[in-house]
């Protein structure tokens, strides 16, 4: 379960970062483009690393419920704030 939140909390991430992404590239913030992609990369494939090591100890898909739920909730949560960064502080 423990593992299911660290892949919630860095979804959260990967997620505010790709939100910011599509910000950077909507209002032309050229110089944000590289570094945010390079913190992108980087979450994504921590994340889908932690997943495939569970999916192949996992018994069956069943086992992998808590992976969707913490990743949903995190994604969630990393738009919302994302948006609400961009739109009060750097606009």
């Given at each position: ?47 889908l690393s932690l997943i495939a090591v569970r999916a ?36």
């Amino acid at each position: 379960m423990i593992e299911a939140a660290i892949a919630g909390a860095a979804h959260f991430v990967f997620v505010f970062f790709k939100a910011a992404q599509q910000r950077n590239v909507a209002f032309l913030h050229y110089r944000w483009i590289m570094p945010t992609s390079f913190f992108m990369s980087t979450t994504e494939v921590f994340i889908l690393s932690l997943i495939a090591v569970r999916a192949v100890n996992a018994d069956n898909l069943l086992d992998m419920w808590p992976y969707v739920v913490a990743l949903g909730l995190g994604g969630g949560l990393g738009a919302l704030l994302s948006m609400y960064i961009h739109q009060k502080y750097i606009r």
